[in-house]
């Protein structure tokens, strides 16, 4: 092999690694943003809980609570840049599979693709709530109820609202038996934590995903009983799926093991952050 070639297939090796390091350092900015909507939100949640409403436990809270914050525009735009990242690794994990042996499967490009278009929207309504607080992230119960009455005016429009409130249930119910069973083990460099890392892991995996998932269950529940009662009203967003945890015969205290449980949630993507394969 000559001279030529060995430096081309350098060249092309330098130029994948740092590939490889962006979309890293993109996917681990991106765990970081989520962390800090969840434990916002999380917050938020448990000030309801004790009885304060001012401000809505959904991701429009969350903006609207980091943009009070000291360097608060600043701190909107780096989440906004970091979920950018998120919605980036997510794309390239559709495009060239990801971590694992069935990485490149049929379906985990297909939820990658889910993902990134997810990824996307937030990203896009975190960047645009720093562009212009008045016209940016709105509130999650309106968008819920707005979108819900759209797809009910199209032909068939309640079976759809009903098929997509199944499939968030599914959602929750694989989100949360997911995280019981520890299934995150398999993305984690297990090898580099401590004991204690991984107890932290642990606690805050298992119980931030059971939250993660009860919230996304309950809110698949309100969307199915908007499209068997024809009534756009019934859906709820983020902020009413955890404000209707309290009206539950558990009273309020479901509502606080929640609220807790999605701040674990925060801190656990923190750790995905640090220590997830990539």
């Given at each position: 092999m000559n001279t030529r070639a060995l430096a081309w297939r350098g060249r092309a090796g330098a130029r994948r690694a740092?590939?490889?390091?962006?979309?890293?350092?993109?996917?681990r900015a991106?765990?970081?943003?989520?962390?800090?909507?969840?434990?916002?939100?999380?917050?938020?949640?448990?000030?309801?809980?004790?009885g304060d409403t001012g401000?809505?436990?959904d991701r429009g809270?969350?903006?609207?609570?980091?943009?009070?914050?000291?360097?608060?525009?600043?701190?909107?735009?780096?989440?906004?840049?970091?979920?950018?990242?998120?919605a980036l690794w997510r794309l390239s994990e559709?495009?060239?599979?990801s971590v694992g042996k069935d990485g490149r499967s049929a379906?985990?490009?297909?939820?990658?693709?889910?993902?990134?278009?997810?990824?996307?929207?937030?990203?896009?309504?975190?960047l645009a709530f720093a562009a212009d607080r008045d016209n940016g992230s709105g509130s999650s119960d309106r968008q819920s109820r707005d979108a819900t009455a759209r797809v009910m005016e199209a032909p068939a429009g309640q079976w759809l609202v009903g098929a997509a409130g199944l499939v968030i249930v599914g959602a929750g119910v694989w989100i949360g038996v997911r995280a019981a069973r520890r299934t995150y083990h398999r993305q984690l460099r297990l090898?580099?934590?401590?004991p204690g890392a991984r107890r932290l892991v642990d606690v805050t995996g298992v119980g931030g995903g059971v939250a993660r998932g009860?919230?996304?269950?309950?809110?698949?529940?309100?969307?199915?009983?908007?499209?068997?009662?024809?009534?756009?009203?019934?859906?709820?967003?983020?902020?009413?799926?955890?404000?209707?945890?309290?009206?539950?015969p558990l009273g309020p205290w479901l509502l606080v093991c929640v609220a807790a449980g999605l701040v674990l949630f925060g801190v656990f993507s923190f750790a995905l952050a640090r220590w997830r394969r990539v």
């Open positions: 740092a590939d490889g390091s962006v979309m890293e350092g993109a996917a991106g765990l970081t943003a989520r962390g800090v909507i969840y434990l916002l939100v999380g917050v938020l949640a448990l000030r309801i809980a004790f401000r809505q436990a809270g969350a903006l609207a609570e980091l943009a009070d914050r000291p360097f608060g525009a600043l701190l909107l735009w780096a989440l906004g840049i970091g979920l950018v990242g998120m559709a495009v060239f599979g379906r985990k490009r297909l939820l990658a693709v889910a993902r990134f278009v997810f990824y996307v929207f937030v990203a896009y309504s975190v090898g580099e934590l401590s009860l919230v996304f269950a309950a809110a698949g529940v309100f969307a199915v009983r908007a499209a068997i009662a024809y009534e756009p009203d019934e859906a709820k967003g983020l902020d009413d799926t955890l404000r209707s945890l309290a009206d539950t």
